[in-house]
Protein backbone atom coordinates (compact mmCIF):
# COMPACT_ATOMS: atom_id res chain seq x y z
CA UNK A 1 0.00 0.00 0.00
CA UNK A 2 1.32 3.64 -0.08
CA UNK A 3 2.92 4.65 3.25
CA UNK A 4 5.48 7.31 3.84
CA UNK A 5 8.01 7.13 6.68
CA UNK A 6 9.47 10.50 8.10
CA UNK A 7 12.67 10.64 10.88
CA UNK A 8 11.12 11.01 14.20
CA UNK A 9 12.09 14.34 15.87
CA UNK A 10 12.26 16.06 17.61
CA UNK A 11 15.09 17.42 15.34
CA UNK A 12 17.27 19.95 17.91
CA UNK A 13 19.77 22.08 16.24
CA UNK A 14 21.33 25.67 16.91
CA UNK A 15 20.96 28.82 14.40
CA UNK A 16 22.37 28.04 11.39
CA UNK A 17 23.13 24.58 11.60
CA UNK A 18 22.48 22.12 8.21
CA UNK A 19 19.10 20.73 8.27
CA UNK A 20 18.18 17.41 6.68
CA UNK A 21 14.82 15.45 7.49
CA UNK A 22 14.53 12.08 5.50
CA UNK A 23 11.60 10.81 3.73
CA UNK A 24 11.05 7.88 1.92
CA UNK A 25 7.67 6.28 0.36
CA UNK A 26 5.95 3.83 -1.28
CA UNK A 27 3.03 4.77 -3.60
CA UNK A 28 1.92 3.27 -6.49
CA UNK A 29 2.47 4.71 -9.83
CA UNK A 30 4.40 7.78 -9.98
CA UNK A 31 3.95 10.04 -7.74
CA UNK A 32 3.78 14.01 -6.99
CA UNK A 33 5.82 14.82 -3.49
CA UNK A 34 5.13 17.65 -1.76
CA UNK A 35 6.70 18.98 1.80
CA UNK A 36 4.51 21.30 4.56
CA UNK A 37 5.15 23.32 7.35
CA UNK A 38 2.83 23.41 10.41
CA UNK A 39 3.42 26.20 12.63
CA UNK A 40 2.29 26.05 16.39
CA UNK A 41 -1.72 26.10 16.05
CA UNK A 42 -1.62 26.77 12.61
CA UNK A 43 -2.82 24.83 9.50
CA UNK A 44 -0.28 23.45 6.85
CA UNK A 45 1.61 25.55 3.96
CA UNK A 46 2.81 24.31 1.08
CA UNK A 47 6.97 24.63 1.27
CA UNK A 48 7.91 23.09 -1.97
CA UNK A 49 6.97 20.04 -4.27
CA UNK A 50 8.35 18.15 -7.41
CA UNK A 51 6.13 16.34 -9.77
CA UNK A 52 8.77 14.27 -11.46
CA UNK A 53 12.07 11.82 -11.01
CA UNK A 54 15.55 14.37 -10.60
CA UNK A 55 13.10 17.49 -9.64
CA UNK A 56 14.49 20.19 -7.01
CA UNK A 57 11.81 21.82 -5.20
CA UNK A 58 12.74 24.77 -3.81
CA UNK A 59 11.36 27.67 -1.03
CA UNK A 60 12.76 29.57 1.44
CA UNK A 61 16.08 28.13 1.48
CA UNK A 62 14.51 24.65 1.50
CA UNK A 63 15.41 21.96 -0.89
CA UNK A 64 14.17 18.29 -2.15
CA UNK A 65 15.13 16.55 -4.70
CA UNK A 66 12.89 13.66 -6.30
CA UNK A 67 14.83 10.60 -5.99
CA UNK A 68 13.20 7.62 -7.54
CA UNK A 69 15.49 5.10 -7.90
CA UNK A 70 15.64 5.47 -3.51
CA UNK A 71 11.92 6.58 -3.27
CA UNK A 72 13.36 9.66 -1.21
CA UNK A 73 12.68 13.29 -0.65
CA UNK A 74 14.75 14.81 1.73
CA UNK A 75 14.51 18.01 3.01
CA UNK A 76 17.26 20.24 3.33
CA UNK A 77 18.38 23.72 4.36
CA UNK A 78 21.51 24.91 4.61
CA UNK A 79 21.57 27.29 7.49
CA UNK A 80 18.50 27.39 9.52
CA UNK A 81 17.06 30.05 11.41
CA UNK A 82 15.01 30.38 14.98
CA UNK A 83 11.44 30.68 12.68
CA UNK A 84 12.11 27.69 10.69
CA UNK A 85 10.82 25.92 14.22
CA UNK A 86 7.88 24.34 13.30
CA UNK A 87 6.64 20.65 11.89
CA UNK A 88 7.71 19.10 9.04
CA UNK A 89 5.53 16.75 6.55
CA UNK A 90 6.46 14.93 3.67
CA UNK A 91 3.63 13.74 1.66
CA UNK A 92 3.19 11.83 -2.10
CA UNK A 93 0.73 11.89 -3.97
CA UNK A 94 -0.05 8.54 -5.53
CA UNK A 95 0.29 8.81 -9.34
CA UNK A 96 -2.59 6.26 -9.91
CA UNK A 97 -4.76 8.76 -8.04
CA UNK A 98 -7.05 10.92 -9.44
CA UNK A 99 -8.56 12.31 -6.60
CA UNK A 100 -5.59 14.41 -5.55
CA UNK A 101 -5.40 12.49 -1.92
CA UNK A 102 -2.29 12.70 -0.07
CA UNK A 103 -0.52 10.74 2.02
CA UNK A 104 0.89 12.09 5.04
CA UNK A 105 3.86 11.36 7.47
CA UNK A 106 3.52 11.59 11.25
CA UNK A 107 5.74 14.86 10.76
CA UNK A 108 9.34 15.96 11.85
CA UNK A 109 9.42 18.39 14.58
CA UNK A 110 12.28 20.86 14.47
CA UNK A 111 13.73 22.87 17.00
CA UNK A 112 16.00 25.71 16.32
CA UNK A 113 17.79 27.63 19.17
CA UNK A 114 19.29 30.86 19.01
CA UNK B 1 -7.17 37.08 -1.23
CA UNK B 2 -8.27 33.95 -1.52
CA UNK B 3 -8.45 30.83 0.74
CA UNK B 4 -9.88 28.43 3.52
CA UNK B 5 -11.03 29.82 6.40
CA UNK B 6 -12.35 27.22 8.97
CA UNK B 7 -14.72 28.26 11.55
CA UNK B 8 -14.73 28.21 14.82
CA UNK B 9 -11.02 28.13 15.45
CA UNK B 10 -12.69 26.64 18.98
CA UNK B 11 -15.22 24.15 19.52
CA UNK B 12 -16.35 22.52 22.94
CA UNK B 13 -18.67 19.49 22.82
CA UNK B 14 -20.92 18.11 25.48
CA UNK B 15 -21.54 14.90 25.69
CA UNK B 16 -23.78 13.35 23.11
CA UNK B 17 -24.16 16.28 21.14
CA UNK B 18 -23.66 16.72 17.43
CA UNK B 19 -21.34 19.62 16.19
CA UNK B 20 -20.68 20.93 12.88
CA UNK B 21 -17.25 22.77 12.29
CA UNK B 22 -17.33 25.24 8.68
CA UNK B 23 -15.26 24.91 5.66
CA UNK B 24 -15.42 27.71 3.43
CA UNK B 25 -12.98 28.51 0.25
CA UNK B 26 -13.23 31.16 -2.69
CA UNK B 27 -10.48 29.56 -4.53
CA UNK B 28 -12.64 27.79 -7.09
CA UNK B 29 -11.25 24.60 -6.36
CA UNK B 30 -13.58 21.29 -6.96
CA UNK B 31 -12.08 19.19 -4.25
CA UNK B 32 -12.30 19.83 -0.62
CA UNK B 33 -11.46 17.40 2.09
CA UNK B 34 -11.02 16.92 6.16
CA UNK B 35 -8.52 15.36 8.20
CA UNK B 36 -8.28 15.07 11.41
CA UNK B 37 -4.78 15.22 13.67
CA UNK B 38 -4.00 14.44 16.75
CA UNK B 39 -0.88 15.02 18.90
CA UNK B 40 2.60 14.40 17.71
CA UNK B 41 0.58 12.46 14.50
CA UNK B 42 0.17 13.23 11.22
CA UNK B 43 -3.02 13.63 9.16
CA UNK B 44 -5.78 11.25 8.82
CA UNK B 45 -8.45 12.04 5.86
CA UNK B 46 -11.68 11.75 7.24
CA UNK B 47 -13.86 12.58 4.00
CA UNK B 48 -13.41 13.98 0.43
CA UNK B 49 -15.44 15.90 -2.44
CA UNK B 50 -14.64 16.34 -5.58
CA UNK B 51 -17.68 17.54 -7.10
CA UNK B 52 -20.58 19.25 -5.69
CA UNK B 53 -23.40 17.02 -3.92
CA UNK B 54 -20.52 14.43 -3.94
CA UNK B 55 -18.38 13.11 -1.17
CA UNK B 56 -16.38 9.76 0.02
CA UNK B 57 -15.14 8.28 3.05
CA UNK B 58 -11.73 8.48 3.51
CA UNK B 59 -9.71 6.54 6.31
CA UNK B 60 -11.64 7.69 9.58
CA UNK B 61 -15.22 8.20 8.78
CA UNK B 62 -16.92 6.64 11.40
CA UNK B 63 -18.71 8.50 13.38
CA UNK B 64 -18.59 12.04 11.11
CA UNK B 65 -21.10 12.94 8.55
CA UNK B 66 -20.20 15.78 5.58
CA UNK B 67 -22.38 17.58 2.96
CA UNK B 68 -21.32 19.29 -0.47
CA UNK B 69 -24.25 21.22 -1.58
CA UNK B 70 -22.31 24.35 -2.84
CA UNK B 71 -18.82 24.68 -4.32
CA UNK B 72 -17.33 26.57 -1.87
CA UNK B 73 -18.41 24.80 1.00
CA UNK B 74 -18.02 21.57 3.14
CA UNK B 75 -19.09 21.62 6.64
CA UNK B 76 -17.97 18.78 8.98
CA UNK B 77 -20.50 17.19 11.69
CA UNK B 78 -18.90 15.25 14.83
CA UNK B 79 -21.40 13.07 15.81
CA UNK B 80 -22.56 11.78 19.34
CA UNK B 81 -21.25 8.43 17.94
CA UNK B 82 -17.54 9.59 17.75
CA UNK B 83 -16.21 8.68 20.90
CA UNK B 84 -13.27 10.31 20.89
CA UNK B 85 -13.48 13.44 18.83
CA UNK B 86 -10.86 16.05 20.70
CA UNK B 87 -8.12 16.79 17.83
CA UNK B 88 -7.23 19.29 15.57
CA UNK B 89 -9.28 19.72 12.53
CA UNK B 90 -7.74 20.49 9.23
CA UNK B 91 -9.96 21.02 6.18
CA UNK B 92 -7.88 21.53 2.87
CA UNK B 93 -8.86 22.12 -0.73
CA UNK B 94 -7.32 21.21 -4.38
CA UNK B 95 -7.90 21.81 -7.57
CA UNK B 96 -9.00 18.13 -9.67
CA UNK B 97 -7.43 18.66 -13.33
CA UNK B 98 -4.24 16.88 -13.07
CA UNK B 99 -4.76 16.62 -9.41
CA UNK B 100 -1.96 14.14 -8.45
CA UNK B 101 0.30 16.96 -9.28
CA UNK B 102 -1.49 19.67 -7.07
CA UNK B 103 -0.53 20.54 -3.92
CA UNK B 104 -3.76 20.89 -1.49
CA UNK B 105 -4.64 24.28 0.48
CA UNK B 106 -5.19 24.42 4.36
CA UNK B 107 -7.70 26.56 6.52
CA UNK B 108 -5.85 27.34 9.98
CA UNK B 109 -7.78 24.37 11.35
CA UNK B 110 -10.29 24.10 14.70
CA UNK B 111 -9.61 22.84 17.69
CA UNK B 112 -12.35 20.41 19.11
CA UNK B 113 -12.22 19.66 23.06
CA UNK B 114 -14.94 17.37 25.31
CA UNK B 115 -16.49 19.37 27.87
Known amino acids: GNSVTQMEGPVTLSEEAFLTINCTYTATGYPSLFWYVQYPGEGLQLLLK?????DKGSNKGFEATYRKETTSFHLEKGSVQVSDSAVYFCAPSPGSSNTGKLIFGQGTTLQVKP | DGGITQSPKYLFRKEGQNVTLSCEQNLNHDAMYWYRQDPGQGLRLIYY???????QKGDIAEGYSVSREKKESFPLTVTSAQKNPTAFYLC??????????????FGDGTRLSIL
Open chain 1, 50 to 54: ATKAD
Open chain 2, 92 to 105: ASSIIQGAGNQPQH
Open chain 2, 49 to 55: SQIVNDF
